[in-house]
């Protein structure tokens, strides 16, 4: 049969591989929808059976201080029965603790659903496994993959900081102590002036503790490196600006077509000068016998 030449079939072959692609897109969305929802239900059941499973850590232990409070203030009794006076009071105590813990058991289980830790284990172990799954039988793009990933190294760059901080906090709190505590026994060692205080003795124990805890703050932080350090990058990013703005130095080859190099150019140059500045700040960190001498401003 002859072709007609109203048979647009180009036409009608694109449109089709529109909606096909359409489609598929329609049904890695809803793919996408379901793994969201289904790790949700999962978090929120893993929340649940972590609350679960601590109320009744507490009702147990709350369960045996007061099986133990009664047991003793019973055994108590028995041992000192004819005195009344030697065991009133060990009843109170032990009558006490049984109320309190009594209560706390009531009030740890008071909330809860009806839901028990079985079935919200089973509730879990299923959802696990359906998400396992879908997750298998669902393959993203490189692109997706990707963002997937820089999302995750977002997180994990968030939670090393984090601990960074508070790894930091601890240490310093306990330099710190160590440092006030060296100066502190110097003073009361001086201190030792056959009970003559006279105001020079003062004044000379006084500043020199002022000077030795002074010194000491001084060598551990650093404080005039951070500040040189601090200052250079600021000038650099600052001169980096500038050229940019004016199109001169490294800028001056990238006209008004090429705008986006030059932004892009800047950007590179720019977290080249902040990722110097974090290598100093980890050196200034490091111990004084690995640190780079390179690293260290010139002396003022």
Known sequence: MPRSLDDDAPRRMSDAEEAL??????TADNERTTLRNLRQIVRNLERGVTRRRRRRFHQFVMLLIAAASFL???LWTALFWGSPSEFVRVDIVCGALLLLSGAAALMAGKGQTSATLGDLEEALDTNRDSLRFLSALYHPTVQERRSFYREDVAGVIEQHRTDSRKYR??????????MIGSASTTVVAALDT??????????????GFTVTVAAAFTGYYKYRERSYFLLQTAD?????????????GPYSEYGE?????????????VEDHRNEQRRRQQQLDQPADQAASSSQPPAA
């Open 194 to 207: 056959r009970n003559q205080y006279t105001w020079q003795n003062i004044t000379i124990v006084s500043i």
């Open 21 to 26: 692609s359409a489609e598929q897109r329609e």
């Open 169 to 178: 906090r601890v240490h310093n709190t306990l330099q710190n102590l160590i």
């Open 72 to 74: 003793t203030g019973a």
């Open 236 to 248: 650099a990013i600052e001169e980096e600006a500038n050229a940019f703005t004016l199109g001169i």
């Open 257 to 269: 077509d090429r705008e986006a190099e030059a932004l892009k150019l800047f950007t590179q140059r």
